[in-house]
C-alpha cells in the first residue's frame, strides 16, 4: 500500500495537461496510463524503503522506456524479465505493462543505466527534469529535447522527491537537467547521460563521484 505521500507525489503529476508534443502518460483521463501511475507508486514505494540520498536528474522519458512503463529509466525487458541486481523491478514485483506497451522495443539507455549502476553498487532514486514525454510533431513515437519552459514544468516534482526523500545530493545526468537545475538556483555535480555511447563516461562520472564522496 503506498503512503499518502506517494499518492499525492503521483496524483499531483496526473494533473497536469498534456500539450502537443508533449504527453503526459499519468492522466486520468487515458485508461491505460492507471497501470503506469501503479508502477510508479511502486517504485516511488520500495525507493522509500531503501532510503536513497542521492537524486540522478535526467532529461526527459523515452516512447521506449518511462512512457511505457511510468518508472524512470526502465523499459519493458526489465518488467518482464527477473529482479535487478537490486531486487527491483521484474516478474513477481507488482509491476504491469500498460497494452499500448505492445510491439515498442525496450530503451537501450535504461539497460546501460542499470548495468553501470550494478557494476558500483550504486542505487540513486532516478528521475527526470522534465518527467513527460516530449515529441516531435505528429510523432508520438519520437523523443525530443525538452525545452527549458518544458523542463520548468518539472521543478515542482523533483524538488518534492527531494523533500520526501530527504536527498542529500542532486546529480545532473546531462545538459538538459543540469541547465534546469542551475535556472532553479542548484549548483549540482554533473555526469555524461548514458545514451547515444555515453556508458563509459557516465560511469567514470558517477565513479569520480563516489570516490569524491558527493555521492554516497
Avoid at 500500500?1 to 503526459?24: D, H, I, W, Y
Avoid at 511510468?70 to 514485483?93: D, S
Avoid at 543505466?113 to 550494478?118: A, H, N, Q, R, S
Wanted: proline share 8%; glycine share 12%; aromatic share 8%.
Amino acid at each position: 500500500m503506498s503512503t499518502p505521500s506517494v499518492s499525492a507525489f503521483v496524483e499531483g503529476l496526473s494533473s497536469v495537461p498534456s500539450a502537443p508534443g508533449r504527453n503526459n502518460f499519468f492522466d486520468t483521463a487515458v485508461p491505460a496510463n492507471a497501470q503506469r501511475r501503479r508502477n510508479l507508486e511502486i517504485y516511488l514505494q520500495e525507493m522509500l524503503d531503501r532510503s536513497p540520498k542521492v537524486l540522478l536528474l535526467g532529461e526527459a522519458p523515452g516512447f521506449r522506456g518511462m512512457r511505457i512503463t511510468g518508472v524512470p529509466f526502465t523499459n519493458r525487458t526489465m518488467f518482464e524479465g527477473p529482479a535487478n541486481g537490486f531486487g527491483l523491478f521484474g516478474q513477481g514485483k507488482g509491476y504491469s505493462l500498460p497494452p499500448d506497451s505492445a510491439g515498442v522495443p525496450s530503451e537501450p539507455t535504461a539497460t546501460v543505466m542499470w548495468e553501470v549502476l550494478g557494476e558500483l553498487q550504486f542505487l540513486p532514486l532516478l528521475w527526470s527534469a522534465c518527467p513527460f514525454h516530449t515529441h516531435l510533431a505528429g510523432r508520438p513515437r519520437s523523443n525530443r529535447t525538452p525545452t527549458m519552459a518544458e523542463a520548468s514544468l518539472g521543478n515542482a516534482f523533483w524538488q518534492a522527491l527531494t523533500e520526501l526523500f530527504h536527498i542529500e545530493t542532486v546529480v545532473a545526468v546531462g545538459n538538459v537537467a543540469h541547465r534546469s537545475l542551475l535556472r532553479s538556483g542548484v549548483v549540482a555535480p554533473k555526469v555524461r547521460h548514458p545514451s547515444h555511447g555515453g556508458r563509459a563516461g557516465f560511469k567514470r562520472g558517477l565513479e569520480e563521484l563516489l570516490l569524491g564522496g558527493a555521492a554516497q
